[in-house]
Structures are given as structure tokens and as C-alpha cells.
């Protein structure tokens, strides 16, 4: 089994200039200060409102694609089938669940299955929690978008701890790379047994790791920018920071399901999903991929955990105002840095995405989807809400995401369906 990639979505990189980066290509307007102000656009009733942050919108009847028994309740059917999808979707509509379908084996050896409230590790959906975790200690006047890092942490060199803004490492173009390709990083992680460990020991190896580019010349994905962003909300907060993701994120939220679990933990607790890969294995088997690819306990970065449920009550809470205040709800979910256009493919839209403060912000068929995805081996997992049509998708899935050539995950076949309206 590799040990590559064992947090969501590799590398992605996108060439651009500091005007672009900043400028959002005039779809954001740009402070005094350098800091995109969230757009706006106007929903079909005329009113004006925040991409990402929903608000009066007048969505049609509910497609027959999307109802029980319709096209995507029975793609999902065939993918379980197949044997490709183990896990839970949800998809919600004005509040009121649609469709919620459980297929597979959350536990193999105890066989126990996939239920509606069984819990997920998330992967990089876990990133959304940590960037609204900046947002409310900015909220409060004690992190600044502007500041550079050295402003609240030390150990770094002096030209990368004043030159990398917070902005940057929200938006993926600070320069950092991935600690996961950081040699002897796999060995020592492997050793580590506490909390404390993961969230020191990870951070020393970024603080050694070189810049990839000059910071805000260009973008790419960076697990080390999520992971020095928890960093900071420990620091400013004066608690650790799986504290304080749950205390202000999770409890406020609801998300009576959601925690950081540990390894002996997700063994053991009959109510949390197995990973199942089938990365270097014979075809068509699969192997519990929690001690061969999972550290002590997530990170900033990803691997988080939660319940299709939890995170329907997240959306609703932070576009509800009850994590963040109406202002920088929009600040955070609103396009900043513009991603190369993905192409249209066989039943899947052409996409205009976008880096916002938290999430991805896509422009499809015309249409707003905001969210964020995940994958490792055994991970694969979606949550986009579509501000214009009022829906809310999840997908939670313990087998590999498709492999090239299978087609649409089901997160792209939702979004595709949504916006399609």
C-alpha cells in the first residue's frame, strides 16, 4: 500500500499573477487592505446576496432525477452493486431530505452495517472546519487575513515566516507544499501516540520544508497550509486546537457525531466506517486500511469525522449565521482565487471553480456549488449546497474513490443533476 496522498485531493496547480490572485479577475472586489470582499450576486427574486452564504431563492419542483427510484438514487444502487460504492448519500432540499440511501459494510469483521447516522472519516473536508475556525478569531479582531505568519508563530525562516500571509494559506497559494512528501515523515509519524505529537511533530517538518514558488504568484494544493493554519488557531485561542474545533464548530453546530478520533478509537467504535481500499491488492479485494495509512489522529488538514446528518446541520448553522457573523460568512465562502476551468465529460457539466476562505466555489451550468471534497485510500467524500437552488448533497463513502477511467464520482453526478435544474 502506498503512503501517499493519504489526505484529500493531490496536488492541483495553477499558474497566475499577483493581479488575478487578488483581483479574482474583477468577480471580487478588493479592500483597501489587499483582502477580497465576498461577492455578491442576485437570486430570482431580485434580492442581492453572498455567494455561497444562500438566502431567498426561489428553487423549482424537485426533478424526477433527484427523487427516490430517479436517475441518481439508482446510480447509486448500481454502484453498490458493482461492488464500487460502500457508504451513505443524503441529499436535501429546503431542509427536508430527498433521498438517503446506506449501502456496504461499515465494519466487515463485526458485520455491521452502513446506516444514515453511521460516521466517516472526512478527509479535506475536515479544511472547511479550520478556515472557519480563522474566521471567527478574525471575527474577534485576533487574526488578521493581511498578517504573515510570523505574526503568530515562530520556528519558521525569517523569509518565509514574513513573506506567507494568512490569506495565502487559506487560499493555497502561500508556496507550502504537502508534509506528506516530506522525507522520513511517513517513519516518525507512524511513532506518534498523542495529539500533541501530531500537531508538533507535523509542524516541525513544514517549518524545515522550502517554498515551492514565491508566495501569491501562483496556486497550489497544500496540506501544510491547513495544517500551520491550525497551528494558529491554537495559538491565538490558547487551546489545542482539536479543543477548539469542538467547542465553536461542532457544538454550535449540533454535531452531536463529529469528533477527531483517534486509531484505537475508529477500531474500536462499531459507529465509525472502516476505510476499505483496494490500492495494490488483487482485483476486486479490499483491506482495512486503518493501521497501513492512518496516523494517531487527524489534523487540521484532514480526517476529521463525521456523519452525513452532522453535516447537513454544519451547512445550515454556518449559513445560518451561528458560527459566524452574516459578514464573514460571506467573506469566507465567497470566490477568491479562480482554478483552471475543468472541461465538460460524459454527463458532467463544465466547471468554473474557484478557492474561496474555506471551500470551493464553482460556477456549473450557470448555477453556484460551494463545498469541499475528500480522499485517501478507503476515504471518498462530498458536500456541496447550492445557494441558488437551495439544495444540499452528501456523499459519504469508505471505499476508494473511482479510479481513472470509471466515470463521475457521485459527488460530480449530483452537482451535475442539481444545477442542471
Request: with cysteine.
Amino acid at each position: 500500500m502506498t503512503r501517499r496522498d493519504l489526505l484529500p485531493d493531490g496536488p492541483r496547480e495553477r499558474r497566475m499573477g499577483r493581479r488575478s490572485v487578488l483581483g479574482l479577475l474583477g468577480a471580487v472586489r478588493v479592500a483597501a487592505d489587499g483582502v477580497p470582499v465576498a461577492a455578491a450576486t442576485t437570486g430570482t427574486d431580485g434580492s442581492a446576496r453572498a455567494v455561497g452564504t444562500g438566502g431567498p431563492s426561489r428553487s423549482g419542483p424537485i426533478p424526477a432525477a433527484l427523487r427516490p427510484g430517479g436517475q441518481f438514487d439508482r446510480l447509486v444502487a448500481e454502484l453498490a452493486v458493482d461492488g464500487t460504492f460502500s457508504g451513505t448519500v443524503l441529499l436535501v432540499h429546503r431542509d427536508r431530505p430527498v433521498l438517503a440511501r446506506s449501502y456496504g459494510m461499515a465494519d466487515r469483521q463485526r458485520a455491521v452495517p452502513n446506516r444514515s447516522d453511521t460516521v466517516f472519516c472526512l478527509g479535506s473536508i475536515t479544511k472547511v472546519f479550520t478556515a472557519v475556525a480563522v474566521a471567527q478569531l478574525a471575527q474577534q479582531g485576533r487574526i488578521a487575513y493581511t498578517a504573515t505568519l510570523g505574526t503568530y508563530l515562530d520556528g519558521f525562516p525569517a523569509d518565509i515566516a514574513g513573506s506567507v500571509t494568512v490569506h495565502q494559506l487559506l487560499t493555497h497559494t502561500s508556496g507550502m507544499g504537502d508534509y506528506l512528501q516530506r522525507p522520513g515523515f511517513f517513519d516518525e509519524a507512524f511513532t506518534w501516540t498523542s495529539a500533541e505529537q501530531v500537531m508538533d511533530g507535523t509542524l516541525e517538518f513544514i517549518r524545515k520544508a522550502p517554498l515551492d514558488f514565491v508566495p501569491g504568484t501562483k496556486g497550489q494544493y497544500s496540506n501544510s497550509g491547513y495544517h500551520v493554519l491550525g497551528a494558529i488557531v491554537a495559538k491565538v485561542s490558547g487551546r489545542s486546537y482539536y479543543d477548539y474545533i469542538r467547542d465553536h464548530v461542532f457544538r454550535p453546530a449540533g454535531m452531536t457525531a463529529s469528533d477527531f478520533h483517534t486509531k484505537p478509537q475508529w477500531r474500536d467504535d462499531p459507529r465509525i466506517a472502516h476505510p476499505y481500499t483496494a490500492q495494490n491488492q488483487p482485483a476486486g479485494q479490499r483491506v482495512d486500511a486503518i493501521d497501513g495509512s492512518f496516523f494517531y489522529v487527524g489534523s487540521p488538514a484532514g480526517n476529521a469525522f463525521s456523519s452525513a446528518p452532522d453535516l447537513v446541520r454544519f451547512k445550515r448553522a454556518l449559513l445560518g449565521h451561528e458560527l459566524l457573523d452574516p459578514i464573514h460568512t460571506e467573506l469566507t465562502l465567497s470566490p477568491k482565487v479562480p482554478r483552471a476551468p475543468v472541461p465538460a465529460g460524459p454527463g458532467v457539466p463544465a466547471q468554473f471553480p474557484f478557492d474561496s476562505y474555506a471551500t470551493t466555489t464553482a460556477l456549473i451550468n450557470g448555477r453556484w456549488a460551494v463545498g469541499h471534497s475528500g480522499a485517501a485510500p478507503g476515504v471518498d467524500t462530498d458536500i456541496d449546497w447550492f445557494p441558488d437552488l437551495d439544495w444540499t448533497a452528501v456523499t459519504l463513502s469508505n471505499y476508494d474513490p473511482p479510479g481513472p477511467g470509471a466515470g463521475p464520482g457521485l459527488g460530480a453526478t449530483a452537482r451535475a443533476l442539481i444545477t442542471g435544474q
